[in-house]
């Protein structure tokens, strides 16, 4: 156990020492921007991967590893690590081209010029660019510059910003997808098949239905209503076939007509999906020949 505590600590130290010498080389070499970027990026995403290697051998020498998985890290943590890195990413990457973008262009001196060549760079110059034209000293004349943001620039900083942001929310939302994927999986058992669930009915309206009168509206509920087609009342011999049949995950309606001849009294109401299935309500439906429907 001591062993094992050396080697993580002298992985610590090992990762702080690295990332100091990169921080301090940069500041005492005077590294561009362009440069130093890149640099701090690349070494935060090593020491990231050093952390977690020294918590991979924690996990392993603990006995808590799971060998399935990259690392052998708990589920999940890479797919974290990954949409964390591109979230720091596009913070850094995004600071710094507005950083460059907002922030003024210094003036450049450009001297030692001659009457004519002085005329012809202020030529070529946009007039937004050149800043002042100094009095010549040794008949030597000079001018001060300040060069614009070229718009191919802006464009370029504008394309990687969407194109990060874009992998940044592609990769999270694989990331928080995949675990609500993984939660539904958890609840639902392994071969159930969904699209096949049996349809149940819980409530039928109206339950009364009067012979030899206008078509009646008839509502449905229940559940996996989705794929029903054909709605029936039927009484011994005889059955009625709804029309006008709309089904939904938790309703189907249809409509309802009676001839005069309809025996009266209680009838079975009965459901049929795409595959065949039928499914018969838990309460029948009362013909009667001249009752008005309960009051509600």
Same mark, same amino acid.
């Given at each position: 156990?001591?062993?094992?505590?050396?080697?993580?600590?002298?992985? %610590?130290?090992?990762?702080?020492?690295?990332?100091?010498?990169?921080?301090?080389?940069?500041?005492?070499?005077?590294?561009?921007?362009?440069?130093?970027? !890149?640099?701090?990026?690349?070494?935060?995403?090593?020491?990231? +991967?050093?952390?977690?290697?020294?918590?991979?051998?924690?996990?392993?020498?603990?006995?808590?590893?799971?060998?399935?998985?990259?690392?052998?890290?708990?589920?999940?943590?890479?797919?974290?690590?990954?949409?964390?890195?591109?979230?720091?990413?596009?913070?850094?990457?995004?600071?710094?081209?507005?950083?460059?973008?907002?922030? !003024?262009?210094?003036?450049?001196?450009?001297?030692?010029?001659?009457?004519?060549?002085?005329?012809?760079?202020? @030529?070529? +110059?946009?007039?937004?660019?050149? %800043?002042?034209?100094?009095?010549?000293?040794?008949?030597?004349?000079?001018?001060?510059?300040?060069?614009?943001?070229?718009?191919?620039?802006?464009?370029?900083?504008?394309?990687?910003?969407?194109?990060?942001?874009?992998?940044?929310?592609?990769?999270?939302?694989? /990331?928080?997808?995949?675990?609500?994927? @993984?939660? /539904?999986?958890?609840? %639902?058992?392994?071969?159930?098949?969904?699209?096949?669930?049996?349809?149940?009915?819980?409530?039928?309206?109206?339950?009364?239905?009067?012979?030899?009168?206008?078509?009646?509206?008839?509502?449905?509920?229940? @559940?996996?209503?989705?794929?029903?087609?054909?709605?029936?009342?039927?009484?011994?011999?005889?059955?009625?076939?709804?029309?006008?049949?709309?089904?939904?995950?938790?309703?189907?309606?249809?409509?309802?007509?009676?001839?005069?001849?309809? !025996?009266?009294?209680?009838?079975?109401?009965?459901?049929?999906?795409?595959?065949?299935?039928?499914?018969?309500? !838990?309460?029948?439906?009362? %013909?009667?020949?001249?009752?008005?429907?309960?009051?509600?």
């Amino acid at each position: 156990m001591v062993n094992f505590s050396k080697i993580i600590m002298a992985g %610590v130290g090992f990762v702080f020492v690295a990332l100091l010498a990169i921080v301090y080389v940069i500041g005492e070499w005077s590294v561009t921007d362009s440069v130093a970027l !890149p640099a701090l990026a690349i070494t935060g995403v090593v020491v990231l +991967l050093a952390s977690l290697a020294m918590v991979a051998v924690t996990f392993s020498y603990m006995g808590m590893g799971d060998n399935t998985q990259a690392l052998a890290l708990p589920e999940g943590s890479i797919r974290a690590v990954i949409a964390l890195c591109l979230i720091v990413l596009f913070a850094i990457l995004s600071i710094y081209l507005f950083g460059k973008l907002s922030s !003024p262009i210094p003036i450049q001196t450009i001297s030692g010029l001659s009457l004519t060549e002085r005329a012809s760079l202020v @030529e070529r +110059l946009q007039p937004s660019e050149v %800043v002042g034209l100094p009095d010549p000293i040794d008949n030597k004349y000079s001018v001060y510059v300040r060069q614009s943001v070229r718009a191919e620039s802006i464009d370029f900083a504008q394309q990687l910003l969407i194109m990060l942001g874009t992998l940044v929310v592609s990769i999270s939302s694989f /990331y928080f997808g995949s675990k609500a994927t @993984e939660s /539904y999986d958890r609840t %639902v058992p392994r071969g159930t098949d969904i699209s096949n669930s049996q349809p149940v009915i819980t409530s039928v309206s109206p339950s009364t239905l009067k012979r030899a009168g206008t078509a009646k509206t008839m509502l449905i509920l229940g @559940e996996n209503l989705e794929n029903v087609q054909t709605v029936v009342l039927s009484s011994g011999n005889a059955s009625i076939r709804g029309t006008g049949v709309t089904a939904t995950v938790n309703a189907v309606t249809c409509d309802m007509s009676l001839n005069s001849d309809v !025996p009266e009294g209680a009838w079975t109401l009965s459901l049929t999906d795409s595959s065949g299935k039928a499914i018969n309500a !838990p309460q029948s439906i009362t %013909v009667t020949a001249n009752a008005q429907e309960p009051a509600n």
